[in-house]
Nanobody
Framework: QVQLVESGGGLVQPGGSLRLSCVASGGTISWYDMGWFRQAPGNERAWVAA????????YYADSVKGRFAISRNNAMNTMTLQMNDLKPEDTAVYYC??????????????????WGQGTQVTVSS
């Protein structure tokens, strides 16, 4: 089981950018599909983006398509989420997650085995 730690959250103005990082320890992420989820106050955890273990296939929620980019570096055991043109509705705690059952249920939170503790992203003027 890998342990995941997110960083890079913060306060940004609308239209700004942030880059979130997820660092894994205790094992290699190369065996895992990985994803980003977010949870705003009063809302359920929502899927944002995911990519397969090799990084060859990437998937995005409609709400972030064209603005966010997910990537991974298996050699460095890291995953990133580049977020551009941020909107107030992007405000949430962002979580990275990993799952061992590959190539299916990429946007389903319950399919993920390992979670980080989350990093807060606030988009406000």
């Amino acid at each position: 089981q890998v342990q995941l730690v997110e960083s890079g959250g913060g306060l940004v103005q609308p239209g700004g950018s942030l880059r979130l990082s997820c660092v894994a320890s205790g094992g290699t992420i190369s065996w895992y599909d990985m994803g980003w989820f977010r949870q705003a106050p009063g809302n359920e955890r929502a899927w944002v983006a995911a990519l397969t273990a090799s990084g060859g296939n990437k998937y995005y929620a409609d709400s972030v398509k064209g603005r966010f980019a997910i990537s991974r570096n298996n050699a460095m055991n890291t995953m990133t989420l580049q977020m551009n043109d941020l909107k107030p509705e992007d405000t949430a705690v962002y979580y990275c997650a990993a799952k061992s059952k590959r190539n299916r249920d990429m946007g389903v939170a319950s399919a993920y085995n390992n979670w980080g503790q989350g990093t807060q992203v606030t988009v406000s003027s």
